[in-house]
């Protein structure tokens, strides 16, 4: 690592203490994200340990095993899939790499909006489950006594549980953002790695969408690991329409590859499957048995009426049809604004 350039241009400020923070704080981030798809995996193989603990409780998880395997491997591509890409963008910001930067903005964009997404859904879903957590505590208290009142308990846990989200998924990656925006930051990169690298093939937001078109179609494998269990059902259309979704990884491969090219195609198919994405889950809402659902996944039968009705209230059609619509919007204006950096290539 050349930590001494030959010589310091004049016209920007050397940023290395903000490479570094930044280093810092994709290794923690991953390093937790890595932990958490481990114990996912470490959670499903304890079930069979809870068989000599707790003879009644693994009777009733016997039936959801199978589930809750292929969700263990999903969270693992999921989540240690992007704790991985963080751990090796920190060693980019470490060893300063000028691919860090591009990498870096479009995963801190993207952690945002997921975190700003998440929030508002809770928000919307606020109402159901103060109502669940009361239910839950009057069911939990003996007979001839009285539950304690869940009014101030559920508002110390949401600003507990809000001010969490809000640390981890708005301030840290706006942190981020903010430590590699500016032209010092880039030119610090561009100072210690001189040579072009892949990133800069393209202008930093299409570099972005190439980025993300890669994340989806790794993440949809996860989903596709997951069509053939038997609670999938109520969210896929029947045969043979649901075997286009094994189709979904290559689409977004292309997506990522003709964007990279600057294919103007490769935009369309993104507007394409973004839009046809939220009609297509808005439809699905309007179906959905939540009962059979838990029932299909072998929840014992005396929490499935409870479960239903709390998420039927919570994941209501208008709720999510509001949530679906509103998060698309960002997506497409991203659209809209890269638009012009395949105008100019295809002119």
């Known amino acids: 690592m050349n930590e001494s350039p030959p010589a310091?241009?004049?016209?920007?400020?050397?940023?290395?203490?903000?490479?570094?923070?930044?280093?810092?704080?994709?290794?923690?981030?991953?390093?937790?994200?890595?932990?958490?798809?481990?114990?996912?995996?470490?959670?499903?193989?304890l079930m069979d340990q809870l068989g000599g603990l707790d003879p009644k409780g693994a009777a009733q998880l016997a039936p959801m095993k199978d589930m809750m395997g292929m969700a263990a491997v999903a969270n693992l591509m999921i989540y240690g899939g992007t704790g991985v890409l963080m751990i090796v963008l920190a060693v980019g910001f470490f060893t300063k790499k000028r691919w860090s930067r591009p990498i870096a903005l479009t995963v801190s964009w993207a952690w945002l909006y997921i975190g700003v997404t998440m929030i508002v859904s809770l928000l919307l879903m606020m109402g159901a489950m103060k109502s669940f957590m009361v239910d839950a505590m009057?069911?939990?208290?003996?007979?001839?006594?009285?539950?304690?009142?869940?009014?101030?308990?559920?508002?110390?846990?949401?600003?507990?549980?809000?001010?969490?989200?809000f640390f981890f998924l708005v301030l840290l990656p706006a942190l981020l953002l903010w430590l590699n925006w500016g032209r010092d930051v880039r030119k610090t990169l561009e100072l210690y790695d001189p040579k072009p690298r892949w990133t800069d093939r393209q202008a930093t937001p299409v570099i972005g969408l190439?980025?993300?078109?890669?994340?989806?179609?790794?993440?949809?494998?996860?989903?596709?690991?997951m069509?053939?269990?038997?609670?999938m059902n109520q969210f896929l259309p029947g045969v043979p329409f649901r075997y286009f979704f094994y189709l979904i990884p290559f689409v977004w491969i292309y997506i990522a590859w003709g964007s990279y090219r600057g294919q103007i195609a490769a935009w369309v198919t993104a507007l394409v499957v973004i839009v046809g994405s939220a009609a297509f889950g808005i439809?699905?809402?309007?179906?959905?048995?939540w009962a059979v659902m838990y029932r299909e996944m072998g929840m014992p039968e005396a929490e499935v009426a409870r479960m239903a009705l709390m998420i039927t209230e919570m994941m209501s059609p208008k709720k999510m049809g509001i949530l679906m619509c509103t998060s698309m919007l960002p997506q497409i204006a991203y659209l809209l604004w890269v638009l012009r950096f395949f105008r100019k290539q295809s002119a």
């Not at 009057?138 to 989200?165: R, S, W």
């Not at 190439?210 to 690991?225: D, K």
């Not at 439809?283 to 048995?289: C, E, S, T, W």
């Open 8 to 45: 310091l241009p004049s016209d920007f400020k050397l940023r290395k203490g903000y490479l570094v923070t930044s280093g810092i704080l994709f290794v923690l981030a991953g390093l937790n994200l890595c932990g958490f798809g481990a114990l996912m995996v470490v959670q499903y193989f």
């Open 210 to 225: 190439t980025i993300a078109a890669v994340a989806f179609a790794v993440f949809s494998i996860s989903g596709i690991l």
């Open 138 to 165: 009057k069911t939990a208290t003996p007979a001839g006594t009285t539950a304690p009142p869940m009014e101030n308990f559920f508002g110390i846990f949401l600003v507990i549980y809000f001010g969490f989200l």
């Open 283 to 289: 439809h699905m809402m309007q179906n959905i048995d």
């Open 227 to 231: 069509m053939n269990q038997p609670w």
